[in-house]
């Protein structure tokens, strides 16, 4: 290996990864196989070995639970509050006890470093432990009238059943992020992985079993995303969807649920932008950088994809950074001395090689990275090495698209004013980062910029009590604190006549 590439390692031996693993659909308290029979093999992206089987439902099997889910509804939504928040809370506990073993079960189907599955899911426990509380809290009130004779009443009541639809890069999360509050509010729901990562979310919907929801109230429906999820969007049973996706896929959702103009979340792509100002310190941007280019290998809604640097400090950020992205380890997620781990399948690597090589035909510079690490070892698997690319300008794809890779590009800016200009010329609108020492100019700098989420001097925009969505066409609605609950209800105005 070259003195100059990335250290990069993996054991000879998987740990765990035995091919037992087995995921079965959950159709109104029970687990079943497909109407059809199907299943689908889940592989460990890092070795291209058998991690488990999947049960690979059909528009049936999704029918089925959207109308356990349905018969469901009346029963959970009349539920006392204190009720279901007290089962949300014992569903939270049981992720938390068995945290180590559903970490294992993500990172052989996803691929990202066990501590970074670790923390995925106790993220998870905690929002379902925060929605059981906010969910004690939907209260009601008298709104002010323009006659004495009447009252106005306006009640928040559950929407219905909720269809929550959630990507491969952070199955766990994302699922928690639509179940918790739907569960809270009083809603039922069907949940759908994506196929490629259902063997997580098996084990955490059957947290919510053992906690004790009632049967029908949550349901796991497996299978690809144009018939399960086509079928969750477009049933009139379902009255809300709440999908993480891509842009392409929310476009299509759109279009889905207006046939029944359904209530909509949709988290879909971003093409984020980290602006470091003059006055930047580069100690604390460089690893802050590196970290929100490459955690789970880039395959990040929040991702850094565009480094907008003053000229400055150009340099000095460029040979910072790419010394430091060297020295990242590679390798297979169960390895503890492992920090990133593979690419999760075939289609996002040719992604990632196609715009770095797009970038290179534009004039772009590889300053660390750009190759499959060298080694039999990682043949086998997705691997990629994180990757900077110097000299970039804005025609080039890795500026206007989502790379969802290990790829960041730098390009030069003048002033204040273009430094916003450059990160808003995107129709993307998810999160945006600024870094300078200079706090006043941050914010304002933060206020003109179109984005759901904006991080001063910090390299994530999650928070469990603050909204996180994107604006453009990076989304519609907002998951997390009080908002993610909202999108779960529906007002009702009861007006009063008085004698
Ligand atoms: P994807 O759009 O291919 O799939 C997401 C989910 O939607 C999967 O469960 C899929 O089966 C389902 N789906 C696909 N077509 C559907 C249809 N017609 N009807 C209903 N469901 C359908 O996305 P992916 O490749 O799994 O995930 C990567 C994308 O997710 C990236 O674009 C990323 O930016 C985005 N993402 C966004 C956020 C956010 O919060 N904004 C967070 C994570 C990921």
Same mark, same amino acid.
Request: glycine share 10%; hydrophobic share 45%; charged share 25%.
């Given at each position: ?126 929002? !379902? ?98 018939? !399960? ?190 430094? !916003? ?79």
């Amino acid at each position: 290996m070259a003195a100059d590439r990335p250290a990069v390692t993996a054991p000879e031996r998987l740990p765990g990864a035995d091919g037992s693993e087995h995921a079965r659909l959950f159709v109104g308290g029970e687990w079943r196989d497909a109407a059809s029979g199907r299943t689908v093999e889940i592989r460990d992206p890092a070795t291209g070995e058998l991690v488990g089987r999947a049960a690979l439902g059909n528009r049936d099997d999704a029918r089925s639970a959207l109308e356990a889910a349905q018969a469901a509804f009346p029963g959970w939504a009349a539920a006392p509050a204190d009720e279901r928040a007290a089962i949300l809370h014992r569903a939270a506990a049981l992720v938390r006890d068995r945290i180590e073993a559903i970490a294992r079960v993500l990172t052989l189907e996803q691929g990202k470093p066990l501590p970074d599955a670790r923390k995925e899911i106790a993220f998870a426990a905690d929002v !379902v432990d925060y929605y059981a509380e906010e969910g004690r809290r939907i209260g009601g009130e008298w709104r002010p009238t323009a006659s004495t004779a009447v009252r106005s009443l306006v009640l928040r009541q559950p929407v219905g059943v909720v269809a929550a639809i959630v990507p491969w890069n952070y199955p766990i999360d994302l699922l928690s992020w639509k179940l918790a509050p739907a569960l809270a509010a009083g809603c039922t729901a069907v949940a759908k992985p994506a196929t490629g990562t259902p063997l997580a979310t098996a084990r955490v919907i059957e947290c919510f079993e053992q906690a004790g929801v009632p049967a029908g109230a949550v349901n796991l429906a497996i299978g690809p995303g144009h018939e !399960v999820g086509d079928e969750l969007v477009t049933n009139p049973i379902s009255r809300a969807v709440k999908i993480t996706g891509s842009t392409e896929t929310g476009r299509r959702v759109m279009r889905l649920a207006a046939r029944h103009i359904k209530r909509l979340t949709l988290e879909l792509g971003g093409q984020t932008p980290l602006i470091i100002l003059d006055d930047a310190d580069l100690d604390r941007v460089v690893p802050a950088a590196v970290r929100r280019s490459y955690s789970n290998m880039g395959q990040i809604c929040i991702a850094v994809n565009r480094v907008l640097v003053a000229g400055s400090i150009e340099r000095d950020f460029v040979d910072a950074f790419a010394e430091r992205a060297r020295g990242l380890r590679i390798g297979h997620g169960l390895d503890p001395e492992v920090e990133y781990g593979p690419l999760f399948n075939e289609a996002t690597r040719a992604r990632t090689v196609g715009h770095i090589e797009d970038a290179l035909a534009r004039g772009g510079r590889v300053a660390t990275g750009g190759r499959v690490p060298p080694g039999a070892t990682y043949e086998r698997g997705w691997f990629y090495e994180p990757t900077l690319l110097a000299d970039a300008s804005p025609e080039m794809l890795v500026m206007r698209e989502e790379t969802f890779g290990p790829v960041a590009a730098v390009t030069r800016i003048r002033s204040d004013d273009d430094a !916003v200009a450059l990160a808003n010329a995107t129709p993307y609108g998810l999160a945006a980062y600024v870094f300078g020492s200079d706090l006043e100019r941050c914010l304002r700098i933060a206020e003109r910029l179109e984005a759901g989420g904006v991080g001063i001097n910090v390299n994530d925009v999650t928070e469990l009590q603050a909204p996180f969505g994107g604006w453009k066409e990076s989304g519609i609605g907002r998951e997390l604190g009080p908002e993610g609950l909202m999108a779960c209800l529906e007002p009702k105005h009861i007006r009063i006549g008085l004698t």
